[in-house]
């Protein structure tokens, strides 16, 4: 960033007029877990998550020592304290009484359902954890989980943490490739996988991508024992002889208690592969005592859980961050009664998810902004078929919210009323770092707006010095926080030189952000992102937010393409509604369009502002996680041969758009 002034002038105008603000409805605010106080305690950081560990988690061993920064940046939080993640998620709610409780209802995407309560679970996870530990699995030991979600995904790594060998879950999206990779570099000796899922109706395989990745180790690993094996699909599937086995004939054999190993507060609770921009994927690396206390304090305040009346779900798989900390360890540490769904949103109709909601009168929901202008494109007469009046909290997460979708997202699935959370946070942070409070926020369309009480974060400009309230710069970490990653899994100097050089002693999270007049934090996107025309900093995210305000337009990504004269110039890709798309195969008509959008985005953001060129395109291309990949569009809008895309959740994307140039 050269020139911070322009960011409060220029690109960033969309947003600074983004005047409309909630305040929690009255009767939700009497009620809510967390008031104002809060942020009052967290001003002592230090004391607050003490506080918390102490409150939201059981130890075996009592810690004294809260936070140890004498090696910073690698941080050790409540070292001398012990505990176990699984004993932590089930043991002692099944000993409080409430093995009752239904801690999953999982939902497959044929239409099968199960229910299972915290007693069961705590039946199936030992049974588990004995039959990885009868395999040779010890404490220390990496365990690569490649699965579809399904209930034996979060049995299988609460039984890793059962026996503290950190997992590392791998998307069931992934290549045999990224597969590999990931076991390689993790040292994993055994895998856990299904023969496959379903997906939008038909059984969609898993357990070919293993053989393959396996066959292709490195001669330096050591190579994998065994792998185990859920049905779900019945789908025919190779089989090694001595390596492989059944799922339900490894359980069948295992004895149903299981002591839970204790591990020291620092000991991995599991790596989680990014996928970094370039080169090898990075293995983020958290413990136990800390990201547990946060997933769990922060998953009980920002979504105002109520354990014994709410129903949570969370649309992640757990094959990503949120999958872990809002599936996985979070709800269940606090013992949360919440459905998984296996599928998509539109098997085998569009209404799918609001069908869930409505059947498990499910009342806090988080998703992604992705998700919801799927959900827009394909119309609010949709969700308006369900009874959607149990939703009482919502939540965003992965990409900045454009105003649009979060006034969409309120209106239509939210009845008008319900408090949304717009939660910013990483893989690297573990847990939730800014948003609002559901019972304290007043919340604004598109801002994450607040570090959460004992979170330290603002925006600095090219020299560290944070920002006056209007202006951007870059968002950082100022204090250690308890689920901060530990390191990146083998490699301390790539820690140290991603995240800890920008700025010395504070960390750097890779993207852009603004604070509004009040003080709000908006994010702009990854600072890559961040484009640069005629010396004016300019957003994707803004542009973005604008396209999509127009009538016209279901989905916009904006990308700057290197331009002679202007450094960089503004390409945009649009997806247009469904009543528009008739329209646009005629080519005089689609100009037409063009045309009006650029001089919309003109009046709403200002000239520079107006994208050289739009180009109306079916798809774009997504990540599994759902992140647009602007590196592909870059390719396309700078005339280049289309780059890498295999990660791409569906590769024959960019055919579809490169035709349209
Ligand atoms: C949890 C997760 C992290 C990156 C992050 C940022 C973007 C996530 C966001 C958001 C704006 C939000 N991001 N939440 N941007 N508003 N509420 O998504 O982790 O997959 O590691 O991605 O996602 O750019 O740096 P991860």
Redesign the pocket.
């Known amino acids: 960033m050269t020139d911070r002034t322009d960011a409060s002038t220029s690109g960033m105008d969309n947003h600074a007029n983004e005047a409309r603000s909630f305040a929690p409805p009255a009767p939700f605010a009497a009620q809510a877990n967390v008031d104002a106080d809060a942020y009052g305690l967290g001003a002592d950081s230090e004391r607050f998550w003490a506080d918390q560990a102490r409150a939201m988690l059981t130890w075996k061993t009592p810690f004294t020592q809260t936070l140890d920064w004498s090696q910073a940046p690698v941080a050790r939080w409540f070292a001398d304290g012990t505990l176990n993640a699984a004993h932590n998620a089930l043991d002692r709610h099944v000993q409080a009484g409430n093995g009752d409780r239904v801690a999953l209802y999982f939902e497959g995407e044929p239409g099968d359902t199960r229910q299972v309560t915290y007693a069961e679970l705590l039946t199936e996870v030992s049974r588990a954890a004995n039959a990885l530990q009868s395999l040779g699995v010890k404490t220390g030991d990496r365990v690569v989980i490649y699965m579809p979600m399904l209930v034996e995904s979060v049995v299988t790594m609460l039984a890793c943490a059962r026996i503290g060998a950190p997992h590392s879950v791998v998307f069931g999206g992934f290549s045999a490739d990224a597969l590999r990779s990931r076991i390689e570099d993790a040292g994993a000796r055994i895998v856990v996988t299904a023969d496959g899922g379903w997906r939008r109706g038909a059984p969609a395989a898993l357990k070919p991508a293993v053989d393959e990745a396996i066959a292709g180790l490195d001669p330096s690993h050591p190579g994998v024992d065994h792998v185990v094996v859920v049905r779900r699909t019945g789908q025919e599937i190779g089989w090694t002889q001595g390596r492989d086995l059944w799922w339900s004939e490894a359980l069948e054999a295992a004895d149903t208690r299981h002591d839970p190993v204790f591990v020291e507060a620092e000991h991995p609770l599991f790596i989680l592969y ?1 996928s970094g921009t370039t080169g090898k994927p990075k293995g983020i690396l958290h413990t136990t005592g800390g990201y547990l206390t946060q997933a769990a304090w922060t998953h009980w305040a920002v979504f105002d859980l109520k354990a014994d009346s709410d129903v949570y779900w969370c649309t992640a798989d757990i094959g ?3 999958g872990h900390s809002y599936v996985v360890y979070g709800p269940l540490v606090n013992g949360a009664s919440q459905v998984i769904y296996e599928g998509t949103p539109d098997a085998p109709h569009r209404g799918r998810w609001w069908e869930i909601v409505q059947k498990y009168k499910v009342s806090i929901l988080y998703t992604a902004p992705t998700a919801i202008r799927t959900c827009m494109k394909w119309g609010e007469q949709i969700p308006a078929q369900f009874d959607l009046g149990s939703l009482r909290v919502l939540g ?6 454009n105003p649009e979708a979060w006034m969409w997202y309120r209106r239509v699935i939210g009845g008008g009323s319900t408090p949304i959370v ?7 942070t573990g847990a939730i770092m ?2 609002p409070l559901p019972g304290v926020t007043a919340t604004k369309p598109g801002s ?1 707006q607040v570090p959460l009480p004992g979170i330290g974060a603002t925006v600095v400009d090219d020299d560290a010095a944070p920002v006056p309230n209007g202006a951007g710069g870059y968002l950082v970490i100022t204090k250690p926080w308890p689920s901060m990653l530990r390191g990146i899994w083998g490699d301390l100097q790539r820690f140290k030189d991603t995240y800890w050089s920008r700025f010395p002693g504070i960390y750097f ?3 852009g952000a603004k604070k509004d007049q009040d003080g709000d934090i908006w ?1 702009l ?2 600072v890559d992102d961040v484009m640069n025309v005629s010396g004016h900093r300019l957003s994707t995210t803004e542009i973005e937010s604008s396209l999509v305000a127009h009538e016209s337009v279901a989905e916009a990504a904006v990308v700057g393409a290197a331009d002679e004269t202007t450094g960089q110039a503004v390409v945009a890709f649009v997806i247009v509604r469904a009543q528009f798309a008739e329209l646009v195969t005629d080519p005089a008509q689609a100009a037409a369009l063009q045309e009006q959008l650029r001089n919309h985005v003109g009046k709403q953001i200002g000239p520079i502002a107006k994208p050289r060129r739009i180009l109306i395109v079916p798809e774009l291309p997504k990540t599994r ?1 759902g ?1 647009i990949m602007r590196r592909l569009l870059r390719d396309v809008a700078e005339n280049r041969t289309v780059g890498d895309a295999t990660t791409l959740a569906d590769s024959s994307v960019m055919n579809l758009i490169a035709r349209k140039m």
């Open positions: 990014t990503w961050i949120t965003s997460v992965g990409e900045p919210i717009d939660t910013w946070w990483q893989t690297e800014i948003s994450a999270a890779g993207d994010l996107g990854r996680s992140k």
